[in-house]
T-cell receptor
């Protein structure tokens, strides 16, 4: 059973702070890793993807991947109240299996 | 289109009735995925297509669920004889490629079985 684990939260940070979201996965064959943001009652919105070990930055977001530790993280710098949402870590199983396995999400609240 | 489209937004069915959901992938995307989200955050993969061909159906409860992607038509997911536990939000996602490709989600269809 392939699993993706996330801190369930909720995670609360003040406006302007760095929010750190973590994810571990069980399948060593996993090849691609995604962070989605889901507002309540809405669909998942892709905010970052990463395929190689190391860091990937896009604006205020940085994704970090460590395949040896089977660990993915998302850092949100200068957090804004509009960042308040559930953040879903999703992993593509690799090989010929392209479906995403999701974690249960971390609820982030950014307090003004 | 540049977004995944799903219809209807909401669907209410009595237990035992049929439900049919539709998805139009982003133009140029070859892969379509159906996911079921229950209990707020738990996503379950149902089925995927590469163009009109079933690619992976390992998540489908085959007794009552079926799906198609026909040329020049929206993809569809059909549930025969709905049960209370089928109440969920059904998301369709599409990707340009299969491997190492980002999946973009539609707005979802909320199915309520009463």
């Amino acid at each position: 059973q392939k699993e993706v684990e996330q801190n369930s939260g909720p995670l609360s940070v003040p406006e302007g702070a760095i929010a750190s979201l973590n994810c571990t996965y069980s399948d060593r064959g996993s090849q691609s890793f995604f962070w989605y943001r889901q507002y309540s009652g809405k669909s998942p919105e892709l905010i970052m993807f990463i395929y190689s070990n190391g860091d990937k930055e896009d604006g205020r977001f940085t994704a970090q991947l460590n395949k040896a530790s089977q660990y993915v993280s998302l850092l949100i710098r200068d957090s804004q109240p509009s960042d308040s949402a559930t953040y879903l870590c999703a992993v593509n199983g690799g090989g010929s299996n392209y479906k995403l396995t999701f974690g249960k999400g971390t609820l982030l609240t950014v307090n003004p | 289109g540049e977004e995944v489209a799903q219809t209807p937004k909401h669907l209410v069915r009595g237990e035992g009735q049929k439900a049919k959901l539709y998805c139009a992938p982003i133009k140029g995307h070859s892969y379509v995925f159906w996911y079921q989200q229950v209990l707020k955050n738990e996503f379950k993969f149902l089925i995927s297509f590469q163009n009109e061909n079933v690619f992976d159906e390992t998540g489908m409860p085959k007794e009552r669920f079926s799906a198609k992607c026909l040329p020049n038509s929206p993809c569809s997911l059909e549930i025969q004889a709905t049960k209370l536990e089928d109440s969920a939000v059904y998301f369709c996602a599409s990707s340009q490629f299969g491997e190492l490709a980002e999946q973009y989600f539609g707005p979802g269809t909320r199915l309520t079985v009463t």
